[in-house]
Structures are given as C-alpha cells and as structure tokens.
C-alpha cells in the first residue's frame, strides 16, 4: 500500500523560502505514468494545484506560483520536495503532497499547516 508522508515547517517568516518533503513508501516515485504533485489549501478557500514532477523528473508548475516554486526528487529516498521561495501571509495554507494518475488524484498525505508570519 502506498503511503504519502509530508515533513516540514509549521511557521515560516516573511520573505523566507518555504521546504517540504514527502516520503513515499510502499511505491517508487520512478514508476511510471505517476506525478507527484503539491496542493494546498489556504483558509477559507478551495484547493490550489501548484505543480507536479513525474516518473522521469521531468516538472509542470502553475503558472501563478511558477516564478517562486520548485520540485525535485531525491530517487535514492523515494522522496520529492517542494520549495516556495518569498513567501508572504498568501501563501499560509495546508499543503498536500499527493499522486496524480491520468490527470486525477489518487493518494494524498495528511496535510500540514504552514503559517507565513513574523
């Protein structure tokens, strides 16, 4: 059975560059036709698709994020991580890593909590 698993900061200054990893068991994140994507959901609001790597390395960003965001993987740790750089109180929200097939979602972690704040 495949399992999510996100690790990062609860609290995360201004201007700060945010970082989290998900660690996939149960499953290699090289298998293919899989992405591995983040999501978020800040207060309030629906959930917000940032971006996706897949089975080959290869990334789609959303255009909105794009300019402050990267995804990489570690294939050694079966992990894959997110950087959003000059974060701002927007950008508070529940992040998900989750796995994409044919363009739906089929696992998600658990969601964590980020706040932006000074």
């Known amino acids: 059975q495949v399992q999510l698993q996100e690790s990062g900061p609860g609290l995360v200054k201004p201007a700060q560059t945010l970082s989290f990893t998900c660690t996939v068991s149960?499953?290699?994140?090289?298998?293919?036709?899989?992405?591995w994507s983040w999501i978020r959901q800040p207060p309030g609001k629906g959930l917000e698709w940032m971006g996706t790597?897949?089975?080959?390395?290869?990334?789609v960003y959303s255009s909105s994020l794009k300019s402050r965001m990267s995804i990489s993987r570690d294939t050694s740790k079966n992990q894959f991580s997110l950087q959003l750089s000059s974060v701002s109180p927007e950008d508070t929200a529940v992040y998900y890593c989750?796995?994409?097939?044919?363009?739906?979602?089929?696992?998600w972690g658990q969601g964590t909590q980020v706040t932006v704040s000074s």
């Open positions: 989750a796995r994409e097939v044919d363009y739906s979602i089929d696992l």
């Open positions: 149960g499953g290699s994140i090289t298998t293919n036709y899989y992405w």
């Open positions: 790597l897949n089975w080959e390395g290869r990334t």
